[in-house]
T-cell receptor
Framework: ELKVEQNPLFLSMQEGKNYTIYCNYS?????LYWYRQDPGKSLESLFV?????AVKQEGRLMASLDTKARLSTLHITAAVHDLSATYFC??????????????FGRGTQLTVWP | NAGVTQTPKFQVLKTGQSMTLQCAQD?????MSWYRQDPGMGLRLIHY???????DQGEVPNGYNVSRSTTEDFPLRLLSAAPSQTSVYFC??????????????FGPGTRLLVL
């Protein structure tokens, strides 16, 4: 079983500021995923990170993966109110080519204020 | 494509009642799974299936049954509902093999309250 820890769990930030959400996991994981969830809604896929050193960017969000440190980060640049949501990271303990079972962190609830 | 659909959206049960949460996908995905989400928690895997006729347990399987008779459908059965099963339930599907660089696609969720 894979243990996934996110921090911080709550993040309140001013518009225009930068911040990083951290995701640590307990054992080797081939892949790391980031999801966004708006209140009362389902999960929306943001990033799929498949290899060590992978970096992906979409708008003001950038995700990276360091498999040696068992760490993924989600960096927020110049935050805007629309980024307010809960962000989850998830890893898989299954090796090889199968997508397998996902283990989720507890989520980071992000609030961006003017 | 409708993607992943779940019914019902909301359900209230009394302790001891049974019910089935429905999940269907029209993307021809081999892999389907059920998660529950409790306040302040991430999603926890209940059961999953890698194809029709094949199911297995996840992290929190007790009190739930599943079956997979077709590729499209993956119902979740609560055998005898308990207040501890009050939660939001998400169904997800994906292709099995990662070289398609796919992720899991989630349904809209079913909110269940057990009194």
């Amino acid at each position: 079983e894979l243990k996934v820890e996110q921090n911080p769990l709550f993040l309140s930030m001013q518009e225009g500021k930068n911040y990083t959400i951290y995701c640590n996991y307990s054992t080797t994981s081939d892949r790391l995923y980031w999801y966004r969830q708006d209140p009362g809604k389902s999960l929306e896929s943001l990033f799929v990170l498949l290899s060590n050193g992978a970096v992906k960017q979409e708008g003001r969000l950038m995700a990276s993966l360091d498999t040696k440190a068992r760490l993924s980060t989600l960096h927020i640049t110049a935050a805007v109110h629309d980024l307010s949501a809960t962000y989850f990271c998830a890893g898989t303990a299954d090796r090889g080519s199968t997508l397998g079972r996902l283990y989720f962190g507890r989520g980071t609830q992000l609030t961006v204020w003017p | 494509n409708a993607g992943v659909t779940q019914t019902p959206k909301f359900q209230v049960l009394k302790t001891g009642q049974s019910m089935t949460l429905q999940c269907a996908q029209d993307m021809n995905h081999e892999y389907m799974s059920w998660y529950r989400q409790d306040p302040g928690m991430g999603l926890r895997l209940i059961h999953y299936s890698v194809g029709a006729g094949i199911t297995d347990q996840g992290e929190v399987p007790n009190g739930y049954n599943v079956s997979r008779s077709t590729t499209e459908d993956f119902p979740l059965r609560l055998l005898s509902a308990a207040p501890s099963q009050t939660s939001v339930y998400f169904c997800a599907s994906s292709p099995t093999y990662i070289w398609r660089q796919e992720t899991q696609y989630f349904g809209p969720g079913t909110r269940l309250l057990v009194l």
